[in-house]
């Protein structure tokens, strides 16, 4: 199948790469022929994603990675350039929501678990991503923010002061290296249907309600966000960056 994006041959480093948005990302990525670099905290399910894309024919590499530690990230970059000398687009996808819970109940512990994976992960990321396409002289960076990065959401503190860091960080960067041949996007995600979405809303009951007061009266898909970041990451998208594209049906406009 011809590339729709142009994205044949680019390397492409994905994290929380096992499921949902990242698990989508991947195979989008794969359908356009770029080499793969997979990381997750879960080994088995992310290795079986690796597998699957290879055995249709892509080319996917597992790491596993806690994106909570810096020197996993740094592995998980040295592989990819180890086996491929660069990296030209990485969607820093991997996040948690930790517990909603209302504001006076948010506990240390749940603050520290999401912003650990939420904005340290994503921060030591870029970081180190920037770090390796400054000495390309290119690259695209796409992070996984949330719809949340431009509202508020009861029970959400943590989660949602989390996801206002990530498009604080793409912004900073974007207007740091755009000059320097890096661009900095995010996708900005409503309610998709994907394993954090079912823990969230305990039951598919409560999910479908949710989704039938929306505009759309559905949920969106992983692959409808996998899309999104495949635009962002190519060449159709060579003068946006420090943008956080919303992919939430309209939610936040009502």
Do not use: C
Request: zero cysteines; a negative charge; aromatic letters at 8%.
């Amino acid at each position: 199948m011809a590339s729709t994006f142009g994205l044949e041959g680019k390397v492409v480093l994905i994290t929380g790469a096992s499921s949902g948005m990242g698990e989508a990302a991947a195979r989008a990525f794969a359908r356009e022929g770029a080499k793969l670099v997979l990381g997750a905290r879960r080994k088995t399910e992310g290795e079986a994603v690796a597998a699957a894309l290879n055995k249709e024919g892509a080319e996917a590499t597992f790491v596993q990675v806690d994106v909570r530690k810096e020197d996993e990230i740094q592995n998980l970059l040295n592989v990819a350039v180890k086996k491929y000398g660069k990296i030209d687009i990485a969607f820093n996808n991997a996040g948690t929501d930790g517990d909603f819970t209302p504001f006076t109940e948010q506990t240390n512990e749940n603050y520290d678990s999401i912003i650990d994976t939420n904005v340290k992960g994503v921060f030591w990321s870029m970081k180190h991503e920037i770090e390796l396409m400054l000495k390309q002289g290119h690259g695209v960076i796409v992070n996984n923010a949330s719809m949340g990065s431009y509202i508020g959401f009861k029970n959400g503190a943590a989660y949602i002061a989390s996801k206002h860091a990530v498009m604080g960080l793409t912004k900073t960067a974007a207007l740091e290296y755009f000059p320097k041949g890096i661009r900095v996007n995010a996708v900005n995600p409503g309610i998709i249907d994907t394993p954090f979405q079912d823990r969230l809303w305990g039951s598919e009951e409560a999910k479908q309600k949710f989704a039938k007061s929306t505009i759309p009266e559905r949920i969106g898909t992983a692959d409808e966000v996998a899309e999104s970041v495949l635009f962002l990451a190519s060449d159709k998208a060579s003068f946006i960056s420090g943008h956080g594209l919303i992919i939430d049906g309209g939610y936040t406009v009502a």
